[in-house]
C-alpha cells in the first residue's frame, strides 16, 4: 500500500512537477490571471439555473457534487458571465453517469433550460451510458455538433483534465491534454450545424456571445473540482 498517496489525496502535480493542493491557484497562476470559480468549500459564486437556491448540488470532500438522492433537478450556473476565456477544470462521472459543461449560459424565464442557450462540452461515461453509443454525443465532444477528432477520456470513477477555450469566436475543446474539437462559433458553418442539430428547434442556442458556465445535472451522480477560469 503507498501510504504517502492515502495521506495526501487531495495532492495534484501542478505545472512546475511540485504537489498542489486542489482548488487552489500556484504563485504562476495568479500572476497570469487565473481566478478560482470553486473555493473547495462552499458554493459561493454558484446557484440553481434560474433559482437562488442550489438544489441537489453540495460541496462533498472538496468537490461540486451532485447528490442524486435529493430531489429537485437543476443545473448549477456561475453567478458571472464571461466572454472570452480559458476554462479549466476535473470532472469525475459515476457509472453509466451523463453530465456536461455547458457555456455561453444565459438566464431568463423564457429559456427552459441553460441548453437552450449554450454549447456543451459532453461529460459522458462512454462505455456505461447509451449516449456513448450516438455519435457526437460521447465524452469530450462538442455536444451534437462536432465528435472528437482523438478520444482521450478515462473511465467512470476517474478524474479527467479538460479545458474549454473561447476566444474572437474560436473554440477549442481539451481533455486529458489532447485536442477533441477546434471549430469557428457564430459563422455560416456553425448556423448550418446547429440547423443539423437536436438544438435547430431553440433559435437563440448558440447565438451568444458570453454568457456563464453551468454544471449540468443529468440526474447522474458527478463530482467537478479545480474549476478555474482566465479570461482573454
Given at each position: 500500500m503507498n501510504l504517502l498517496y492515502f495521506a495526501f489525496p487531495a495532492l495534484?502535480?501542478?505545472?512546475?512537477?511540485r504537489a498542489q493542493t486542489v482548488n487552489t491557484l500556484s504563485p504562476a497562476e495568479k500572476q497570469d490571471g487565473w481566478k478560482?470559480?470553486?473555493?473547495?468549500?462552499?458554493?459561493?459564486?454558484?446557484?440553481?439555473y434560474n433559482h437562488s437556491a442550489t438544489a441537489r448540488w453540495e460541496v462533498k470532500d472538496g468537490t461540486?457534487?451532485?447528490?442524486?438522492?435529493?430531489?429537485?433537478?437543476?443545473?448549477?450556473?456561475?453567478?458571472?458571465?464571461?466572454?472570452?476565456?480559458?476554462?479549466?477544470l476535473e470532472w469525475k462521472i459515476s457509472k453509466n453517469g451523463n453530465s456536461g459543461i455547458i457555456f455561453n449560459?444565459?438566464?431568463?424565464?423564457?429559456?427552459d433550460d441553460p441548453y437552450n442557450t449554450g454549447p456543451e462540452m459532453q461529460v459522458?461515461?462512454?462505455?456505461?451510458?447509451?449516449?456513448?453509443?450516438?455519435?457526437?454525443?460521447?465524452?469530450?465532444?462538442l455536444y451534437d455538433l462536432i465528435a472528437s477528432s482523438k478520444e482521450s477520456v478515462k473511465p467512470a470513477g476517474q478524474w479527467n483534465q479538460a479545458e474549454?477555450?473561447?476566444k474572437g469566436g474560436q473554440l477549442t475543446l481539451i481533455l486529458n491534454g489532447v485536442t477533441q474539437v477546434k471549430t469557428i462559433m457564430w459563422d455560416a458553418n456553425w448556423k448550418?450545424?446547429?440547423?443539423?442539430?437536436?438544438?435547430?428547434?431553440?433559435?437563440?442556442?448558440?447565438?451568444?456571445?458570453?454568457g456563464k458556465i453551468d454544471l449540468q445535472d443529468h440526474t447522474d451522480e458527478v463530482w467537478y473540482r479545480n474549476i478555474k477560469i482566465k479570461q482573454l
Open positions: 495534484l502535480l501542478g505545472v512546475t512537477g478560482l470559480l470553486f473555493d473547495g468549500s462552499t458554493l459561493q459564486g454558484w446557484h440553481s461540486i457534487h451532485l447528490d442524486k438522492s435529493k430531489s429537485g433537478q437543476c443545473d448549477i450556473t456561475t453567478d458571472q458571465a464571461f466572454a472570452d476565456f480559458d476554462l479549466k449560459v444565459v438566464e431568463d424565464p423564457k429559456y459522458l461515461d462512454n462505455e456505461g451510458h447509451s449516449d456513448g453509443k450516438i455519435h457526437k454525443h460521447r465524452a469530450g465532444n474549454i477555450i473561447s448550418k450545424m446547429i440547423a443539423g442539430s437536436k438544438f435547430k428547434e431553440w433559435p437563440d442556442f448558440g447565438t451568444f456571445k458570453s
